[in-house]
């Protein structure tokens, strides 16, 4: 098959982005660059590759997928998902302000706008792969391997559609070709959410069936197993039962996270909070992760996020509304009059997750403090490469690694692994949905524990060790402790962006200014000032889902239906 094609196959609604097909005119030539289908097909050593490589997507827009193509969803990249959210702004922009400011539209998408063809894309070519795979000469348990992660695959870009587009088109295993009738109206119909996320989940329930339970050497590190299946399932039961989608049960989404939890292969991980995203090796918490070696490496994070005093980048500042949902050491809210809280030494007895999250004015970094205050503070606007200075007053830290240099950072640094999942997300999904079902202290049936105990074993952390929670607690206590939990825990891994979504609590979370701190040196004390660091922050009711791209609506003659107010 020819693969150069620009035209109508490109544009309709991203179903058809990759192979053309074949054609016999004066492009239809033979490529010195590319392996042909034949080729694929007739060895099995490169079919495999093919399939591996549909872990991976293409860059779609300017600044995307440094060093390496981009894999799942945005992971590190210079504006991350976290800057569309109450975490964090992008300090220079990068097409993510005016979505912070509710100006998102189907004409203009900004970062915002891959989901549909790179997931489309990648869907094609695992469904070319499962049409084919019978004509490929290998045993038969490798091609049931290999069916099962490409289901996997398939599956997990299904699920980036789901969350960000709400109902969608659903090819089952059909290949769209150039050759297809594009007039058919069945081509563009999308699903509701229920039969959507009724697919999906039928075939991870397929994949997790043939997926192993590990992959015992480096080749097969970062490829699928059964628990990242099983851990995908738990995820999507989660949002099926949220209020946004509520197409599903309770009870489901405890069930999906016990059978992750059954497979007694996770734990919270001892080695630490913040050296969970550090390490490049494997991790008993870690379900399933992409991994970067030197010459394959990500956006360097150290520079690319570090403070200007150190003449890094500034990149995604985390924001005074996340800093305030860390709560005291002793588990109390800062809004607790009795939390010990002290609004002029605001960073005195938090919790520990929040020293390994953000950098914030007197956190030692490499060889000294980090300095935000003014005058004189290194990493404010009177520091050096003060054009990088963040907008908030604080600097990310999560994923930063010491080891790794700021200056000429490439092809050295960039080598931590971005998590897709992690057990802590599913003692969360557990906790949440336990809590939703029975109440914080009952133990649902099946189940090992409650969700009470399931946030308990999070908290126990070594290097956290927040208190435990207390028995007694109402479902609604609960219910907001769990949120403010994953808030905390999972910050800046691309969770919230979907929670408050689920939730449905972004018109309150998402139309709250974007606040920052200014912070002022008198002598040898310092003046904390609130400040907004982004201004005209806003969000409607139609922001709880993306516009479908307009050249794709387009391309279907206007059969593609776009989501509601776009």
């Known amino acids: 098959m020819n693969t150069i094609y620009k035209t109508k196959l490109v544009a309709l609604a991203a179903l058809v982005l990759t192979t053309a097909a074949c054609k016999k005119d004066f492009l239809d030539v033979t490529p010195t660059d590319k392996v042909s289908d034949t080729a694929v097909l007739s060895d099995s050593v490169l079919f495999e590759a093919f399939v591996v490589n549909r872990y991976l997507g293409v860059r779609l827009i300017d600044k995307e997928a440094e060093g390496t193509p981009p894999g799942f969803g945005r992971g590190f990249e210079y504006a991350m998902w976290s800057s569309l959210s109450d975490e964090s702004i992008y300090n220079n922009d990068d097409n993510t302000w005016f979505i912070q400011r509710g100006q998102l539209l189907p004409e203009n998408t900004g970062i915002a706008g891959t ?32 069916v099962a992660e490409l289901k996997f695959i398939r599956a997990f870009r299904y699920h980036d559609l789901i969350r960000n587009y709400g109902g969608i088109v659903l090819l089952g295993d059909k290949v769209v070709e150039l050759t297809d009738d594009f007039s058919d109206p069945s081509l563009f119909k999308r699903e509701d959410l229920a039969t959507s996320l009724a697919y999906v989940l039928s075939q991870l329930d397929e994949a997790a069936a043939g997926l192993p339970e590990n992959n015992s050497n480096s080749w097969l590190r970062g490829r699928a197993t059964r628990g ?19 197409v599903g049960t309770w009870e489901a989404a405890v069930q999906a996270a016990n059978a992750v939890i059954a497979l007694n292969r996770y734990t919270i991980s001892q080695n630490g909070y913040r050296a969970l995203f550090r390490k490049t090796s494997d991790d008993n918490e870690i379900i399933f992760a992409r991994y970067y070696s030197v ?136 906790a949440e949905a336990a809590n939703e079902l029975s109440g914080p202290d009952a133990i649902p049936a099946g189940a090992r524990f409650s ?9 126990s952390r070594t290097g956290v060790e927040m208190p435990a929670v207390p028995a007694g607690l109402s479902q609604e206590a609960f219910r907001e402790l769990v949120r403010n939990e994953r808030q905390i825990e999972l910050a800046f891994e691309e969770h919230r962006f979907y929670d408050v979504r689920r939730w449905k609590i972004a018109e309150q979370t998402e139309n709250v200014p974007a606040y920052g701190i200014e912070i002022t040196k008198n002598g040898s004390t310092f003046n904390y000032t609130r400040k907004i660091a982004l201004d005209g922050r806003s969000f409607a009711a139609k922001h709880y889902w993306l516009p479908i791209p307009r050249e794709e609506i387009q391309a279907s003659n206007n059969t593609l239906q776009q989501n509601p107010g776009y």
């Open 115 to 146: 989901f549909w063809k790179r997931s489309y894309r990648s869907i094609r070519e695992c469904n070319y792969a499962l049409t084919h795979i019978n004509e490929v000469p290998m045993s038969e348990a490798h091609k049931n391997l290999l």
């Open 228 to 246: 990242a299946a099983l851990a995908l399932k738990s995820r999507l039961t989660l949002y099926a039962a949220s209020p946004l989608y509520n």
């Open 295 to 430: 010459g394959a490496r990500h956006v360097p994070m150290e520079i690319a996020n570090g403070p200007n005093g150190y003449d890094g980048w500034g990149g995604n500042v985390p924001l005074q509304n996340l800093v305030d949902a860390y709560r005291m050491a002793n588990g109390k809210s800062i809004s607790d009059p009795t939390s010990g809280y002290d609004p002029q030494n605001p960073y005195i007895g938090r919790d520990p997750r929040f020293y390994q999250t953000i950098f914030y004015n007197g956190a030692g970094y490499r060889d000294r403090n980090v300095e935000t205050f003014r005058p004189g503070g290194r990493d404010s606007q009177d520091g050096p490469s003060n054009w990088n200075t963040s907008k908030t007053g604080y600097y990310l830290r999560k994923f930063i690694d010491e080891d790794m240099p700021i200056n000429n950072p490439w092809n050295i640094a960039g080598l931590q692994p971005w998590i897709y999942f992690r057990y802590a997300e599913i003692l969360l999904n557990f």
């Open 451 to 459: 969700a009470r105990e399931a946030l308990n074993q999070i908290r």
